[in-house]
């Protein structure tokens, strides 16, 4: 079975830091570009990074460059998203999303089951 898993979720400070991970099982990532996605109450799902299969390539919405860095591991079959200097609006349950080698905003085939993460004080 073919599955994405993100874990790292929860309750944060603002300025504190989370690191989510995005496991996949059932496939390897090596030909896969990984994109994280977030999505608040009442609003629409946003991307939030991606990188590429290589790693080579990365991308960033810019309501989160200079604070958040993706990276990937594949020989863990693992995707990071190192998230610092969280504020109240990074609020939203954030998801993983798997398509072929290179980034892009549409196209991905495996989602994730979504991990939520919480800036308050």
């Known amino acids: 079975q073919l599955q994405l898993v993100e874990s790292g979720g929860g309750l944060v400070q603002p300025g504190g830091s989370l690191r989510l991970s995005c496991a996949a099982s059932g496939f390897t990532l090596d030909y896969y570009a990984i994109g994280w996605f977030r999505q608040a109450p009442g609003k629409e799902r946003e991307g939030v990074s991606c990188?590429?299969?290589?790693?080579?390539?990365?991308n960033y919405a810019d309501s989160v460059k200079g604070r958040f860095t993706i990276s990937r591991d594949n020989a863990k079959n693992t995707v990071y998203l190192q998230m610092n200097s969280l504020k109240p609006e990074d609020t939203a349950v954030y998801y993983c999303?798997?398509?072929?080698?290179?980034?892009?905003?549409?196209?991905?085939?495996?989602w994730g089951q979504g991990t939520q993460v919480t800036v308050s004080s």
């Open positions: 990188i590429s299969n290589s790693g080579g390539s990365t």
């Open positions: 999303a798997a398509r072929s080698y290179y980034c892009s905003s549409h196209g991905y085939n495996y």
